[in-house]
């Protein structure tokens, strides 16, 4: 499998001298679905700026596929590393839906027939058919969230970058996001990286995390970064809540083999559970059941 | 909300809606041009209700246009107001020295009647085409790229902007502020303007890298697919005659 994201002792400061990026060292395969979670103000976008090549590193450590992101040209740039944002409006910036996901295209230096058998496909993709010719602002903020990735579909990058995904979504709108993330991944083999709040959609959106407070804090499978309740509250992170109650669960005795991240994921683990012990999972409370359960509280508790 | 959207009646089916918009964009502004430097106040006048006609014509409600009309107007109107007073010439009427001159009655009216006109067709213009398509025709014109693409964003962004303001107003509201004609209101409207100056700033941050991000490097690319068709050289042909017209008519009458 090729590396896709090749980030090694990557630094960065804003101009008034403070630290954002403190030797962040990151190795992503290709077609892997990475999640970069951390607090406020940790880096993340300054670090998605660096993967497409918005902001040049000083040496030469942002490598993608291979390739040193820095040195190469704008059309090569934004064919490998396509990166959307957390605000809509500020990546809806023509006057027409079409304009904007054409956008991208034409910097390419596509032909007229190409641009536009890719606007439609991007359109498809997200499922906002025969918006060609709408305006921004006459759309929801979850057809415009749809557009702004279509706008970047539409270059048909190798890795896709988002920033807050999920962010101020209906559940329709924000199932529909995840459907459509998930089918470029597995389906068009995708590279994603999506930093994100939304705990819920992590089991998801992500094959491994990274977690990110200036420096790379941890990283590792989901279940293993939310098992430590250190690091989640050091990093102002939460468990997913399926995940806190299956821990609160195990104190009544209700004990699987892995602690589900999902609600998918529960079923299975708790069916399991259940067919081992021939049918029947019995709990109970015991003297210390209260004070294991506060513990599992507790640590997770801000 | 209601947006001030001045391609609100783009979609309506007129002869002027379906005209090339490059040709509109060139027949129209030489109309405006040609009707503003009209010296005399009859051929003006037949000028305001030529307008008046290509409105019909366009199907666009009257209301909208007037309603769009009105601050333009309301800034010519004090030539109306000051010019008869100021004016030397024949005298109309006359009050404890206080005069109200002929010729600086006519000088209002004609700066007015001028700006009614060319308000008119230039909101005809706009109005009978998407902005989109305007933007596109300014730049297949080859309307210098960097106006262009500051009116394509300046349009894009008064509505994001208009979001903004009445977002703020509405939480300043919900904690009891009311618009009062005193220190303490300007004061906080004047620190309003500043928030918006401010996330302004930050906004054209965050869209030049979303820009950047899809390999913009300053040149305004686009298709455009415009089309010439016999009808549009006709109605072309038409609007450069009238033009003509009214300048060689001008000029006999001078």
């Known amino acids: ?302 | 909300m209601k947006y001030p959207e001045i391609d609100k009646y783009a979609e309506l089916d007129s002869l002027i809606h379906r005209f090339d918009p490059r040709a509109k964009i060139i027949t129209f502004t030489l109309l405006i041009f040609s009707f503003v430097f009209i010296e005399d106040i009859r051929i003006a006048f037949v000028s305001l209700l030529f307008s008046f006609f290509i409105l019909l014509v366009s199907r666009i409600p009257f209301g909208f246009i007037f309603n769009r009309m009105k601050p333009g107007l309301i800034f010519v109107m004090p030539f109306l107001i000051v010019m008869p007073f100021a004016l030397d010439g024949n005298v109309l009427y006359s009050y404890n020295g206080i005069s109200i001159s002929y010729d600086g009655l006519y000088y209002g009216s004609l700066v007015v009647i001028r700006a009614a006109t060319s308000i008119m067709l230039t909101l005809i213009m706009l109005g009978t085409t998407k902005m989109d398509t305007t933007m596109k025709s300014l730049h297949s014109l080859k309307v210098p790229s960097p106006f262009v693409q500051t009116l394509m964003f300046s349009y894009r962004y008064i509505f994001v902007f208009i979001d903004e303001f009445l977002s703020m107003w509405t939480s300043m509201k919900a904690k009891g502020f009311k618009v009062k004609a005193n220190k303490h209101s300007l004061s906080i409207i004047g620190n309003i303007v500043g928030m918006i100056l401010v996330r302004s700033y930050e906004r054209a941050e965050r869209v030049y890298h979303s820009m950047a991000s899809k390999g913009y490097t300053g040149e305004s690319r686009t298709i455009v697919k415009f089309k010439m068709q016999t009808a549009d050289y006709g109605l072309a042909a038409i609007l450069i005659g009238t033009v003509l017209i009214f300048i060689i008519y001008g000029m006999s009458l001078s």
């Open chain 1, 1 to 302: 499998m090729k590396t896709a994201i090749s980030i090694t002792d990557l630094n960065y400061s804003y101009p008034d001298g403070t630290k954002a990026l403190d030797n962040v060292n990151i190795e992503i395969e290709q077609g892997e679905k990475i999640v970069i979670m951390g607090p406020n103000g940790a880096g993340k976008t300054t670090l998605f700026l660096h993967l497409n090549g918005v902001i040049r590193a000083e040496q030469d450590n942002v490598k993608i596929f291979g390739n040193n992101i820095g040195s190469m040209k704008t059309e090569d740039r934004i064919r490998e590393v396509g990166v959307v944002f957390a605000e809509p409006d500020d990546q809806l910036f023509m006057s027409t839906v079409y304009d904007d996901i054409a956008f991208g295209p034409l910097n390419m230096g596509l032909s007229e027939e190409e641009v536009d058998r890719r606007v439609k496909k991007a359109l498809a993709t997200v499922g906002l058919e025969g918006f060609e010719d709408k305006v921004p602002h006459h759309m929801s903020f979850g057809q415009k969230k749809k557009a702004a990735l279509a706008a970047v579909l539409s270059m048909e990058p190798r890795v896709l970058v988002l920033d807050e995904p999920t962010a101020n979504l209906d559940p329709k709108s924000r199932a529909d996001l995840i459907r459509v993330i998930n089918d470029l991944n597995k389906n068009h083999g995708i590279t994603t990286v999506i930093a994100m709040h939304d705990i819920n959609a992590l089991s998801e959106l992500a094959d491994r995390v990274y977690v990110l407070n200036r420096s790379i804090v941890a990283e590792g499978p989901t279940r293993d970064i939310f098992s430590d309740h250190v690091l989640v509250k050091e990093n102002n992170l939460d468990a997913p809540d399926i995940f806190k109650f299956f821990k609160i669960l195990k104190c009544f005795g209700g004990d699987c083999d892995q602690t589900p991240m999902s609600i998918d994921e529960s079923v299975k683990e708790l069916t399991q559970a259940i067919e081992a012990l021939e049918g029947k999972m019995s709990l109970h409370i015991h003297e210390s059941t209260h004070e294991m359960v506060n513990d599992v509280i507790s640590s997770y508790r801000h």
